[in-house]
């Protein structure tokens, strides 16, 4: 993601409809916010964040996006554009829980379902 797309992305966000109602409103300076309409720099991190916090986002995305960047090395600018990639494409369920964790919650949903058995008067033999 481009700085001017970010620009784009809060302009959506918050309803304003130029660079300028960007800088005066949400208090960057107008350098900066030419800098990133013109893709010349990337927002330093601290600005990055108050974009997330604006688009309700998480702000390491922006940061990795950001390093991503800057990144000269091109092997290491290519494994950060993988991991955004799958970030993009993730399916967030529950699908990234840790098997523990499902059990636990599976567990939970069978404990506070309505009973069909009793068990008072059964003794379960388990296998360790």
Do not use: C
């Not at 829980?97 to 008072?120: N, R, V």
């Amino acid at each position: 993601m481009n700085p001017s797309q970010l620009l784009d992305l809060l302009k959506a966000a918050t309803g304003l409809t130029t660079d300028y109602q960007i800088h005066k409103k949400l208090g960057f300076s107008q350098t900066g916010v030419s800098n990133w309409r013109t893709d010349r720099s990337y927002p330093k991190n601290d600005v990055l964040i108050k974009f997330a916090e604006i688009l309700d986002m998480n702000a390491g995305v922006l940061m990795l996006y950001s390093l991503a960047r800057r990144e000269k090395n091109e092997k290491a600018k290519a494994e950060l554009n993988l991991l955004l990639d799958a970030i993009a494409n993730a399916k967030f369920d529950d699908s990234f829980i840790a098997k523990d964790e499902k059990e636990a919650f599976e567990l939970e949903k069978i404990s506070s379902a309505p009973a069909k058995y009793s068990l008072e008067n059964h003794t379960l033999n388990m296998m360790w």
